[in-house]
């Protein structure tokens, strides 16, 4: 799978500019599938975060949104916009146990009251750190965790493997990169290195429970990295998630449980060849796998706060569904463009000892068509607090807004059709 540097740079490029276009629907009901689907943003060029970034208050009542003056909330009941922080910032996270809004601006890392507005330095970005995804909040809110650059190492160049889309990707993963991760305690302004390595450390998560536990990944070609770890804040415990076992598997695009008790990733075995959303439990290391249909797989997946559903933002005509495994596009493509609920199924019953993979599938209903929407934006699925909507951005209306889509249906489609 190519790795977009489009990850993380839509949010600060969406905080200081808006997108100029007809002004889209405030609500509607989903002719194809019943589902209501609300516009929460009103300024073209709002978006919501990256999906494993926690943009929800601690309360669960506000969202926080990307716009092009700032930073705002909307309040998830009555829908009111308010501003919170005025200027071009680098959203990380908010924070799930004060509720308050992390960012970066000027070399320093600030946060923000949602209520009050009082604004406070936590600390000042170490030399070589990188913005955005490199830097995150564990969940305590007691220290910082960063990836940058390490000034004591020395990059050890790999044999370059065959190149896709001109070998830029694997050209990068090649020559090697000398990366460190760095914790800072917010209480003190320590800085402390956990972790060094000859690779291109990225996707930074701290785990939504255990305030000691901080997610990482190998970037590059992902049929030649085997791409999540986990790390204990104290640089103990280093730990693959999935080795892959055939040539050309990837595995990525990984998140944590909201009860912190799993990592979820998109799993191909191989590469645009079978496609699955598999987890493992951080306890046992007994791994569940549900297949995913080629025409339902997501860029990004997520899942609800009880565990119970998975979303998924589908894929446009460029994706890695729409390829076979040998590189060549599909005749016809295979990736549907759709916001997705999925209901996951196991197959047969728990072994006696419960210690084997966990198999099933992916149970999928459409939510939101996505046809006229241009995937170079990422819709990036997200579950509110209360479970009920699913949150995303898209340009489906041309310009880059903020909408949700209600879980349950609004009215049977039979009574929809031809209503827009």
Sequence with gaps: MRVSPRIFLPLLGLCSRAVCAAEPPVEWVEPATGHRVVRLSREAGSASLYFHQNAYSADGRKLVLCTPGGLSTVNLETRALEPVVQGRAGVLVT??????????????????????????????????????????????????????????????????PPGEDGGKLEERWAAGRAMMIYTVQIATGEVRVIHRENDWTNHLQCSPTDPRLVMFCHEGPWHFVDRIWTVRDDGTALRLMHRRTMEMEIAGHEFFSPDGKAVWYDLQTPKSGVFWLAGVDLATGVRTQYHVERNEWSVHYNVSPDGQLFAGDGGGPGSVANRAPDG?????????????????????????????????????????????????????VTFTPDGKWVVFRSNMHGATHTYAVEVAKAAPVSELAGHE
Aim: glycine share 12%; no cysteine.
């Design 328 to 380: 060549r596009r599909l005749e016809t493509p295979g990736n549907g463009q759709w916001i997705y609920l999925f209901r996951p199924r196991l197959a047969g019953v728990p072994s006696p000892t419960g210690e084997l993979m966990k198999t099933g599938w992916l149970e999928a209903e459409r939510l939101v068509d996505l046809s006229k929407h241009n995937y170079d934006l990422e819709p990036n």
């Design 95 to 160: 924070g799930r146990k004060t509720g308050q809004v992390y960012y970066t601006r000027d070399g320093s890392i600030f946060a923000t009251d949602l209520e009050t507005k009082v604004t406070r330095e936590v600390a000042k970005i170490p030399p070589g750190a990188g913005r955005g995804g490199n830097i995150t909040v564990n969940a305590d809110e007691s220290e910082i965790v960063g990836i940058a650059g390490d000034p004591d190492g020395s990059a050890a160049p790999r044999k370059a």
